[in-house]
C-alpha cells in the first residue's frame, strides 16, 4: 500500500452509505477520481442513480455502482457488505454519510419523536454497516470505516440535545470499532482504521446560491470533506485509528 499520496485509493473498493446527498456527490466524485472503485448506497433510488451517474459521467472508466440497501436492516446490511465483497474480490473501505437533524428552540420544547427518528439515521445504520463490513474490512490492507461527525456531539446545544446524543452515541460506537481492529492488529498496529471525521456543517454550492449573502462561518464544504475523506487512505491506520479528525476548530 502507498502511503505517500500517490495512488493510496489506486484499485481500492470504497462503499458509501448515504451517498445521494451533497456531501455523497462529493465523495463518489473524489474517490472515483483518486483511482477506487467506489459502491454507494442510499434510500432515495432516484437521486441515488443521478449521484452515480454524476460520478461516472466525471471520470470516465471509473467503475461506480448503486443500489438502495435498507440499512436499518441488519441482515440486507450483511448482504450488501457480502455481495460487494464477493463481487469486486475485496473491501477497503466504509464511507458513513448518512444524515438527519431535528432540533428545537430550547430543551424543553425537544420531541421524544425526533430522538425516535435519530436513532435509526444517525445510530442504527452507523451500527448495522459497521458489523455488516467489520470482517471485510480487517482482511483488507487498507480498511478504513469512516465517520462524519457532528462539534456538536461533543458541545451539545440546548435546542440540539437529540441530535448532539446520537451524533456522540454513534462516535461511541465508531470508537469501539477502533478497538477491535487496534486488538486485531496485536504488537504490529491496526491494518484496519477506525476514525471519526469531525465537521461543525456542511455547505455546498447550491446552499450559497440560496444565500448568498451568508457567511457560513466554520462551516465545510462538502469537497473539503471528500478531499479529507479521501486523505485518510494516505494516512497509516495506526495513524488514524480511533482518532476524531477535525475538519474545524475543537471545542
Known sequence: MDTNGNGALEGAVIAVAGAAGPAGRAALLRLAEAGATVVASDADAERLAEAVDAARYAHGGATVTGDTVD???LGATREWAARTEKEFGRIDGLVHLVGGWRGS???????????????KL???TVQNTSLAFHDGLARSDRGRYLLISAAGASKPT???AAYSAAKAAAEAWTLAVADSFRKAG???????AAAILVVKALVHDAMRAERPNAKFAGFTDVK?????IAGVWDRPA???NG??????PAP
Open 122 to 124: 444517525l445510530i442504527r
Open 243 to 248: 482518532q476524531r479528525l477535525w475538519l474545524t
Open 71 to 73: 440499512l436499518l436492516d
Open 224 to 228: 473539503e470533506l471528500a478531499d479529507a
Open 105 to 119: 428552540k430550547g430543551f424543553t420544547e425537544t420531541d421524544p419523536a425526533d430522538w425516535t427518528l435519530l436513532e
Open 238 to 240: 495506526e495513524e488514524v
Open 186 to 192: 496485536g504488537e504490529q498496529g491496526p491494518v484496519a
Open 158 to 160: 440546548a435546542g440540539n
